[in-house]
């Protein structure tokens, strides 16, 4: 009998499955939202390969200093060669990261698919490390807080690589996509930084809640976190609504993603013109 009247009332509280229209809200929502991030992220994996990738060539690696902090380091053999993995490596898993998300080569081409999945996996390690060594012995700019919210980025970096790689292994692919997922868009934080750095900006005209001379702040100290936790934290909305949300569930995460997407094409928008072009 109470068996029977749990399962009842579960039975009342449930919310019902969404309409297909609503799923298909939904859907449409994501697709912009991935189609924004890949084509950001490509102009971002062009620039990085552009900007250092050129100057390495031409030997010039006086040309990795022109924007970033301690490029290169005369003398510093170590330290230029953590860099240099750390610039390969940012350009990899931009340019392997978002095909692993699209379902057509993960259903028409599952070995690419799971070759590419190794490289990026191998990548976001390695890059998460170096990305380590380069906050802390290498310097890097911003206050202690920053240091602090890029090293929790590194550490999730290196715990969401190890739970994708552990549920693939024990082939539980439902559990292994999830963790892959929250493993992108950790991954994708340095460019999270980079967008929402420009969106506030424009929204602002210029600087707001930060010294631009010594990039510290509160914004900045925000920053340092936001631009993983947020992604993350829309992802687990994302899954919580897929897998158990009803219709108004569905909308208001197709709105949500929506506006997060679109304020991210503004962001890209102010990067790629005054950022990242005119240094291609």
């Known amino acids: ?15 019902p499955a969404p309409p297909e229209w609503a799923k298909t809200a939904l859907a449409s929502a994501v697709k912009f939202w991935f189609l924004c991030t890949f084509a950001g992220q490509l102009v971002f994996a062009a620039y990085i390969a552009a900007l250092y990738g050129r100057s390495a060539l031409r030997g010039d690696f006086n040309g990795w200093n022109a924007v970033m902090t301690h490029g ?21 898993v931009m340019m392997s990261g978002a095909l692993q998300l699209v379902p057509g080569v993960r259903h028409n081409a599952p070995a690419f698919h799971r070759w590419n999945g190794r490289l990026y996996l191998a990548g976001a390690v390695m890059g998460g490390l170096t990305g380590l060594y380069m906050v802390w012995f290498r310097g890097a700019v911003g206050d202690l807080v920053q240091h602090l919210g890029t090293s929790l980025n590194a550490l999730l970096i290196l715990l969401f690589a190890g739970m994708a790689l552990r549920r693939a292994l024990r082939r539980d692919f439902a559990s292994h996509s999830r963790w892959a997922l929250r493993l992108f868009l950790a991954v994708g934080g340095v460019w999270f ?3 929402g750095l420009m969106f506030w900006l424009a929204i602002h ?3 707001a ?11 900045l100290s925000f ?4 631009q993983y936790l947020l992604p993350l934290a829309v992802l687990e909305l994302y899954l919580r609504c897929r897998t158990s949300g009803g219709v108004m569930a569905h ?13 991210m094409s503004l962001g890209i928008a102010v990067a790629t013109v ?3 072009l005119p240094r291609m």
Do not use: C, K, Q
Not at 7 to 14: E, F, G, K, M, Y
Not at 223 to 226: E, S, V
């Open 1 to 15: 009998m109470t068996s029977v009247t749990s399962t009842s009332l579960a039975d009342l509280v449930r919310e």
């Open 72 to 92: 290169h380091i005369l003398g510093d053999s170590v330290g230029n060669v953590a860099i240099g993995v750390h610039l390969l490596l940012a350009l990899v």
């Open 193 to 195: 930084f980079r967008i």
């Open 205 to 207: 005209g210029g600087p």
């Open 209 to 219: 809640g930060f010294n631009p001379d010594t990039f510290t702040g509160p914004f």
């Open 223 to 226: 920053l340092a976190y936001a």
């Open 251 to 263: 909308i208001a995460m197709a709105a949500v993603l929506t506006g997060v997407t679109l304020a």
């Open 274 to 276: 005054g950022m990242w």
